[in-house]
Each structure stands twice: as structure tokens, then as C-alpha cells.
Nanobody
Framework: VQLQASGGGSVQAGGSLRLSCATSGRTFSNYAMGWFRQAPGKEREFVAAVRWSAGSTYYADSVKGRFTISRDNAKNTVYLQMNSLKPEDTAVYYC???????????????????WGQGTQVTVSS
């Protein structure tokens, strides 16, 4: 499984960005894709996830109402629409996929087996 993330950049606070993550390789029906982020000196944290078959979505409290995760089945691509960006959203954003996952662990980085290379998001005040 390969993941390719793109769409990062620099914006001012209040702006928007859309991240994309294209996947290729072997996939399974009951898998999930997630977005995580890591700021300098901090641990990697959960941002959002979607179950591919059911479309169920999950968000970190810090981004709920501002970020939207979605998927395009035909393109095997997941998106993260980020609105009302804040300086504290600045981080490297990673997409990841889990071939088997349960809801109780969907927010844990350890649940994801494959990771993209990361894309930088910088929000200035």
C-alpha cells in the first residue's frame, strides 16, 4: 500500500487548505484512513478519520466544525478540507491507512500500518 499526500502550504489565520491523499496497492473493504499531524517538539496527534466502506467520520475535538474529511471511492483518495485555520494548526500532516480497525482505536497512530510522507501546513497570525 502506498500513500501520497499533497496540498499543504502557507496561509494566514482564517484561511483554508485542502489536503489530498491518494492510495494505491492492496486494499480491503473494512479499512479506514486517517489524518494525523505533528508539530515541532510534539507527539503525533489524531486529526480525523473515515471508515472507507461505511463512510463514518471521526474528528479530534480541536478541529471539529472546521475540518471535514471525505473520500472518493473511484479515485481511492481521501481529502481533508481545512477551514478557519489557526496558527496552532501548523504542523506536518500525515495520512495513514489501516487495513483492519475497530472504532475504539481509530484515533491511535499505532492502529495504522501505512503512512504517507507528510505535507507541511503553516498558518500565520
Amino acid at each position: 500500500v502506498q500513500l501520497q499526500a499533497s496540498g499543504g502550504g502557507s496561509v494566514q489565520a482564517g484561511g483554508s487548505l485542502r489536503l489530498s491523499c491518494a492510495t494505491s496497492g492492496r486494499t480491503f473493504s473494512n479499512y479506514a484512513m486517517g489524518w494525523f499531524r505533528q508539530a515541532p517538539g510534539k507527539e503525533r496527534e489524531f486529526v480525523a478519520a473515515v471508515r472507507w466502506s461505511a463512510g463514518s467520520t471521526y474528528y479530534a475535538d480541536s478541529v471539529k466544525g472546521r475540518f471535514t474529511i471525505s473520500r472518493d471511492n473511484a479515485k481511492n483518495t481521501v481529502y481533508l478540507q481545512m477551514n478557519s485555520l489557526k496558527p496552532e494548526d501548523t504542523a506536518v500532516y500525515y495520512c495513514a491507512t489501516a487495513l483492519r480497525i475497530i472504532t475504539s482505536t481509530i484515533r491511535l497512530p499505532s492502529s495504522y500500518a501505512y503512512w504517507g510522507q507528510g505535507t507541511q501546513v503553516t498558518v500565520s497570525s
